[in-house]
Structure formats: C-alpha cells, structure tokens
T-cell receptor, first 115, second 115 residues
C-alpha cells in the first residue's frame, strides 16, 4: 500500500516551459487535492477534485490546470511556467463524500524550480 | 469563512521542556480542526484531529490538543520535548462549499529542540 505517490520528485524548468505533475493514490479515496507550499505561507490550495469527474478551483488556481484522469489519478499542469511558480507541490487525498472530519493523506512532494 | 492563525512562526525549547504551539480558529459553524507535522523534506502527517467527540484530543508521539470554544483555540502541547520533535507544525480547519471539502492551513510553526 503506497498511499499517495507523486512524480517527479524534483524538476527544473525554464520560464515558458510546460510540464505535468503526476499524482496517484491507492486508498480508493474519492477526493484529491493539489497544494503549493512556500516559505512563511503554509499550504495553499490550488485545485481539488471532490470526486471522479469533478474539479474546482482553490485559493491560488491561476497558471494551473488539472485533470482527474480516473479515481486514482489527479494531475497538475503548468502550461507556461513562471518564476513565481517555484514552490513545493503536494498532492493529497481523502475519503471525501462531504466528510468534514476526514483527514487528508499527503504525498512526498515535488520540488519545482522555474528559472 | 473558516480560517486559522498560528501564533509564532518559530518556537524553540530545550529537550525535556513543555511544548506549546498556538492555534486560533475562526469559523461560522462548529469547526473540525487538525494538527499536521512535516519533517524535513517530507510530506505532511496527521498528528491529531478534533471532531467534537471530546475537547481534549490525544494524538501520536505524545502530543495532545484541547479545543476551547470560548477562546476559539486549539493549542498543541507535549509535556516533554524530544529532539525528534523538531519539525514544522500546521494547524488546519475543514471547510466545505457546494463543490466539496478542503482544509484551510495556517502558516506553520517551526519547532526547534536543543539539547
């Protein structure tokens, strides 16, 4: 049982390049999330998917797109990377179903640098 | 709208001393509150959660937190710090809208433990 996995672990991009961050979970969770973590800012929600086939914007969605490919996988795409998107990106999942008490399980993160 | 505020971005204690990390919340509905821990270069791990069953919540690694509605607080404590407790700690509140449920995180508190 791997939990939440993310690829790649590290990535360096040049401004304007595109890339997709991959996330998969094997816990049969309904909900999945993408966060970014910046020093002194905590974690900020980029996008989330309450269930397969649905996605919704979080606090900081500009410059990103997401795809909920199936119940297991939730990808985050940067179409034209900017230095302001240098960050650590975390994917998370939870049982969902509207449960406010459901904990989220986090992946190990992707460290992205945009030059 | 729900939010959390963590007081003190950095807390330093000696090994064996009391650990107290402060979190205040703002919520228009009964809150569901969480504490997560992040060790260096890792993802977040749940320490404990408050779901209204009991005001004193015990978590992993000897941590506990007390929900105080009158003070809108959910402070994290541990009687005796250990070197392995050095990490970043995040308080979070669960928030929901029509699209689903997500966590709103505080900005984090870094705990340093000296020998």
């Amino acid at each position: 049982n791997a939990g939440v996995t993310q690829t790649p672990k590290f990535q360096v991009l040049k401004t304007g390049q595109s890339m997709t961050l991959q996330c998969a979970q094997d816990m049969n969770h309904n909900s999945m999330y993408w966060y970014r973590q910046d020093p002194g800012m905590g974690l900020r929600l980029i996008y989330y998917s309450a269930s397969e086939g649905t996605t919704d914007k979080g606090e900081v969605p500009n410059g990103y797109n997401v795809s909920r490919l199936n119940k297991r996988e939730f990808s985050l795409r940067l179409e034209s990377a900017a230095p302001s998107q240098t960050s650590v990106y975390f994917c998370a999942s939870s049982e969902g179903g509207g449960g406010l008490y459901n904990e989220q399980f986090f992946g190990p993160g992707t460290r992205l640098t945009v030059l | 709208a729900q939010s959390v505020t963590q007081l003190g971005s950095h807390v330093s204690v000696s090994e064996g001393a009391l650990v107290l990390l402060r979190c205040n919340y703002s919520s228009s509905v009964p809150p569901y509150l969480f504490w997560y821990v992040q060790y260096p270069n890792q993802g977040l791990q749940l320490l404990l959660k408050y779901t209204s069953a009991a005001t004193l919540v015990k978590g992993i690694n000897g941590f506990e937190a007390e929900f105080k509605k009158s003070e809108t607080s959910f402070h994290l404590t541990k009687p005796s710090a250990h070197m392995s407790d050095a990490a970043e700690y995040f308080c979070a509140v669960s928030a929901s809208n029509q699209a689903g449920t997500a966590l709103i995180f505080g900005k984090g508190t870094t705990l340093s433990v000296s020998s």
